[in-house]
Nanobody, 123 residues
Framework: QMQLVESGGGLVQAGDSLRLSCAAS????????LAWFRQAPGKEREFVAT????????YYANSVKGRFTISRDNDKNTVYLQMNSLKPEDTAVYYCAGRYSSSSFFPNQYPAWGQGTQVTVSS
């Protein structure tokens, strides 16, 4: 089973940028689709972005499209989320998730999860 560890969260101001990283171990990374989800207090976990096996297929939630970029480095077993033009409504705990083979928009279809990293955007 794949293990995932996120890093890179923090407190920033609106308009700033952050890059989240998620390092994987315990699985064949190149065979896993990866995704980022987020969960704000009192809200359900929501899809942010996903990337296919070789990085050629990416999908984004409408709320982050054009501001966030997901990427992966299969040599480093790491997936990234570059977040630009951050808004207060982006404040949440961000989780990376892994799923064998194909991407999905649904969190219950991902068996591997990191512990999460907090992103707080002040206005």
């Amino acid at each position: 089973q794949m293990q995932l560890v996120e890093s890179g969260g923090g407190l920033v101001q609106a308009g700033d940028s952050l890059r989240l990283s998620c390092a994987a171990s315990g699985g064949t990374f190149s065979r896993y689709a990866l995704a980022w989800f987020r969960q704000a207090p009192g809200k359900e976990r929501e899809f942010v972005a996903t990337i296919g096996l070789n990085g050629g297929s990416t999908y984004y939630a409408n709320s982050v499209k054009g501001r966030f970029t997901i990427s992966r480095d299969n040599d480093k077993n790491t997936v990234y989320l570059q977040m630009n033009s951050l808004k207060p409504e982006d404040t949440a705990v961000y989780y990376c998730a892994g799923r064998y083979s194909s991407s999905s928009f649904f969190p219950n279809q991902y068996p591997a999860w990191g512990q999460g990293t907090q992103v707080t955007v002040s206005s």
